[in-house]
């Protein structure tokens, strides 16, 4: 989400997507958290619009389908996604 605030949404997306394939991967639900569903929500729901909500539904699936590994090499490279 941090980096849909700093505007370099294509990355989020592909981030967010890995981050909620892995969660479901393991079990977790984190729809009981306030806070992450308002994170969520201020960060997320603002760039879907600004990206377009099906170029965001198609890059958070190529997230989704990429290893793990490799999210985390974007998430921690300085290029974008």
């Not at 605030?5 to 984190?30: P, T």
């Not at 201020?42 to 099906?54: I, K, N, T, V």
């Not at 198609?58 to 974008?80: C, I, K, L, Y």
């Amino acid at each position: 989400m941090a980096t849909a605030g700093r505007g370099d949404l294509e990355r989020a997306f592909v981030l967010n997507g890995a981050a909620e394939a892995k969660m479901r991967e393991v079990g977790m639900d984190a729809s009981g958290f306030e806070f992450w569903t308002e994170y969520k929500r201020r960060y997320l729901d603002s760039a879907r619009e600004g990206f377009g909500p099906a170029a965001a539904q198609r890059t958070e699936a190529r997230g989704a389908a990429m290893p793990f590994d490799q999210a985390v090499q974007v998430a921690t490279s300085s290029h974008s996604a």
